[in-house]
């Protein structure tokens, strides 16, 4: 099979959907690469490194989506790619298409075989290649939540930790998953005062075995996240429905109540996000105040960590673009149930029924469409 990594072009995003070490692998399994130049540069691999793995340069996006019959991308494609995609050819990239219309009608027009990382599962139903970015974004709400509380950012001008004599910060946490548990021990080891809100006990009973009484833990109920954040200094939404939109947990009037200089990241933005009052922003323009709150809702928050994003997201990504690439979409789909769970789109036909809810289209099952295109 013929694999094609493009350099990625959102607002600064600097990761790259297989570094050289991938590559390889698949050259071993006697697999073709092609990337385009500058592919790594941000993350520091030259083409030559590239090319010492055994994959061939190209000199443009349009080289590398003609040629390929599998395109392994980081984030969405962008407008300008989305018109480049031909029908059968393989998308494996992160979509989050429950809130994106425009980029669902394009990928339906395509009559590409869209695969979503976000939504590939495990034998335990977990999210595999979403948990290592979930992990860096949980880690970073903490850093861009602190910085933002900066005066020069327009916060209150309080530090995350306190210092001997002045409490800390107020950190509340709407979420308990990946995300949400990554940000609490940040924030934590910060020593912020942190409290985590999650409606799944079990997970609330294991961070409560893990922070030994260094956070507060409560059952997430509307009326439990009114009390707690008009007492916040910095709110992180850490909320997940795979594949679907993101609930807006937060309204506009929790926000009107919030202390003025105050803070909220919303780490699900790219599903829409869960303040009512959020909407994405790049690294460029990062944040904006609402209501005289200062809102971070940065649609690619790993990518400013882009090395860091990169290693961790090949480690978990490189065994199933193998398994595609060795097997073909259509077998490696049928076999691996958990692959088949990221499959959003399938020549125009839509197989995840949250997007599919999300905008009202018709759904049809994975396992059907594939033996319709059969």
Same mark, same amino acid.
């Given at each position: 099979?013929?694999?094609?990594?493009? @350099?990625?072009?959102?607002?600064?995003?600097?990761?790259?959907?297989?570094?050289?070490?991938?590559?390889?692998?698949?050259?071993?399994?006697?697999?073709?690469?092609?990337?385009?130049?500058?592919?790594?540069?941000?993350?520091?691999?030259?083409?030559?490194?590239?090319?010492?793995?055994?994959?061939?340069?190209? *000199?443009?996006?349009?080289?590398?989506?003609?040629?390929?019959?599998?395109? &392994?991308?980081?984030?969405? =494609?962008?407008?300008?790619?989305?018109?480049?995609?031909?029908?059968?050819?393989?998308?494996?990239?992160?979509?989050?298409?429950? =809130?994106?219309? *425009?980029?669902?009608?394009?990928?339906? @027009?395509?009559?590409?075989?869209?695969?979503?990382?976000?939504?590939?599962?495990?034998?335990?139903?977990?999210? %595999?290649?979403?948990?290592?970015?979930?992990?860096?974004?949980?880690?970073?709400?903490?850093?861009?939540?602190?910085?933002?509380?900066?005066?020069?950012? #327009?916060?209150?001008?309080?530090?995350?930790?306190?210092?001997?004599?002045?409490? =800390?910060?107020? &950190?509340?946490?709407?979420?308990?998953?990946?995300?949400?548990?990554?940000?609490?021990?940040?924030?934590?080891?910060?020593?912020?005062?942190?409290?985590?809100?999650?409606?799944?006990?079990?997970?609330?009973? #294991?961070?409560?075995?893990?922070?030994?009484?260094?956070?507060?833990?409560?059952?997430?109920? /509307?009326?439990?996240?009114? +009390?707690?954040?008009?007492?916040?200094?910095?709110?992180?939404?850490?909320?997940?429905? %795979?594949?679907?939109?993101?609930? #807006?947990? &937060?309204?506009?009037?929790?926000? #009107?109540?919030? @202390?003025?200089?105050?803070?909220?990241?919303?780490?699900?933005?790219?599903?829409?996000?869960?303040?009512?009052?959020?909407?994405?922003?790049?690294?460029? +323009? *990062?944040?904006?105040?609402?209501?005289?709150?200062?809102?971070?809702?940065?649609?690619?928050?790993?990518?400013?960590?882009?090395?860091?994003?990169?290693?961790?997201?090949?480690? /978990?990504?490189? %065994?199933?673009? &193998?398994?595609?690439?060795?097997?073909?979409?259509?077998?490696?789909?049928?076999?691996?149930?958990?692959?088949?769970?990221?499959?959003?789109?399938?020549?125009?036909?839509?197989?995840? @029924?949250?997007?599919?809810?999300?905008?009202?289209? %018709?759904?049809?099952?994975?396992?059907?469409?594939?033996?319709?295109?059969?």
């Amino acid at each position: 099979m013929i694999i094609g990594v493009p @350099k990625e072009i959102k607002n600064h995003e600097y990761r790259v959907g297989m570094i050289p070490a991938s590559v390889r692998e698949l050259t071993l399994h006697g697999h073709q690469v092609i990337v385009e130049t500058e592919a790594g540069s941000g993350i520091g691999f030259s083409d030559d490194d590239y090319i010492a793995a055994g994959a061939s340069i190209v *000199p443009n996006a349009a080289n590398v989506y003609s040629q390929a019959e599998m395109l &392994v991308k980081v984030k969405e =494609p962008q407008a300008t790619e989305r018109a480049m995609l031909k029908e059968g050819q393989i998308l494996f990239a992160y979509l989050h298409l429950a =809130p994106d219309f *425009p980029q669902t009608e394009a990928l339906i @027009k395509s009559n590409a075989v869209c695969i979503a990382y976000e939504t590939v599962t495990d034998s335990m139903g977990r999210l %595999p290649l979403l948990a290592p970015m979930s992990e860096v974004a949980g880690r970073m709400s903490i850093q861009a939540g602190a910085r933002m509380l900066e005066k020069s950012h #327009k916060g209150m001008g309080i530090l995350l930790g306190g210092v001997p004599g002045v409490a =800390p910060a107020n &950190v509340l946490i709407l979420g308990g998953g990946v995300v949400g548990a990554s940000a609490a021990r940040i924030a934590i080891g910060l020593r912020a005062n942190v409290t985590l809100l999650d409606r799944n006990l079990e997970t609330l009973r #294991k961070l409560d075995e893990e922070f030994q009484g260094r956070a507060t833990l409560l059952y997430s109920t /509307a009326d439990v996240i009114e +009390q707690q954040i008009i007492h916040a200094d910095l709110v992180i939404g850490a909320v997940l429905i %795979p594949g679907a939109s993101a609930p #807006k947990l &937060v309204n506009e009037q929790h926000i #009107k109540r919030m @202390k003025p200089g105050s803070v909220v990241v919303d780490v699900a933005i790219d599903q829409g996000g869960c303040f009512a009052t959020s909407h994405p922003t790049t690294h460029d +323009q *990062p944040s904006y105040v609402v209501h005289d709150v200062v809102h971070y809702c940065v649609a690619n928050m790993p990518g400013a960590v882009a090395r860091t994003s990169t290693f961790a997201l090949n480690n /978990a990504t490189l %065994p199933y673009i &193998v398994k595609l690439a060795n097997l073909g979409y259509q077998r490696a789909l049928l076999e691996d149930k958990g692959l088949l769970a990221g499959l959003n789109i399938l020549k125009g036909q839509v197989t995840c @029924k949250e997007v599919a809810d999300s905008f009202n289209l %018709p759904y049809i099952n994975a396992i059907e469409a594939l033996k319709s295109t059969h």
